[in-house]
């Protein structure tokens, strides 16, 4: 499936280091979201865009900065990350937020935090 | 208390026996239930909504218990191909419609 497209699939980034994480949405939606899954947590949601304006950030620390220039696109900067950043990162985007929407999801970024 | 709770397993399951599993909800506010299914080092995937009355999807099926706050999944016949993490997901219409997701409940289908 290439519905939602994201890269790369694996990163791995000293704490010094400033990378950015890409996701694409082939589907016409006007939602998008980042959602972060650490090794036996809960997917924790990051940031919710809606018609490219975000309606949520989830109490996120600004070492992650989210960007969303038009309804298909979205990153995630990071910058002085630390090693409990490590996780996978799952974009996502459905129709539109804050209705009752089937989330589709990109096959996610594997973060490695050094 | 977690907001959405799931017993991580795993469920060791022979293969064409039937295996069910639940998800317990502390917002009584919650209105929207779902299944999510996740491979392992892939993405989650919807696999069924939860309705009131319940609802099947082929050798799925899906309950509520609203009294009780939980919903459940049961899996007649398991394939090998069944094996993956079940993720439970509610929606909290109260708090803006946010998607709260479970922990995951996984499920091994040997031969």
């Known amino acids: 499936e290439t519905g939602v497209t994201q890269t790369p699939r694996h990163l791995v980034m000293g704490m010094t280091n400033k990378k950015s994480l890409k996701c694409e949405q082939h589907l016409g939606h006007n939602a998008m979201y980042w959602y972060k899954q650490s090794a036996k947590k809960p997917l924790e949601l990051m940031f919710v865009y809606n018609f490219k304006e975000q309606t949520e950030n989830n109490s996120v620390p600004s070492r992650f900065s989210p960007e969303c220039p038009n309804s298909s696109h979205l990153f995630l900067h990071l910058h002085t990350l630390q090693p409990e950043d490590s996780a996978l990162y799952l974009c996502a985007s459905s129709h539109t937020a804050g209705t009752n929407e089937k989330l589709f999801f990109g096959s996610g970024t594997q973060l490695s935090v050094l | 208390r977690k907001e959405v709770e799931q017993d991580p397993g795993p469920f060791n399951v022979p293969e064409g026996a039937t295996v069910a599993f639940n998800c317990t909800y502390s917002?009584?506010?919650?209105?929207?239930f779902f299944w999510y299914r996740q491979d392992c080092r892939k993405e989650p995937k919807l696999l069924m909504s939860?309705?009131?009355s319940g609802n099947e999807d082929g050798r799925f099926t899906a309950q509520l218990n609203r009294a009780s706050q939980y919903i459940s999944l049961l899996i007649r016949d398991s394939k090998l191909s069944d094996s993956a993490t079940y993720l439970c997901v509610v929606n909290i219409k109260a708090a803006g419609n946010k998607l709260t997701f479970g922990g995951g409940t996984r499920v091994l289908v040997k031969p």
């Open positions: 939860v309705y009131s």
């Open positions: 917002n009584s506010a919650s209105q929207s």
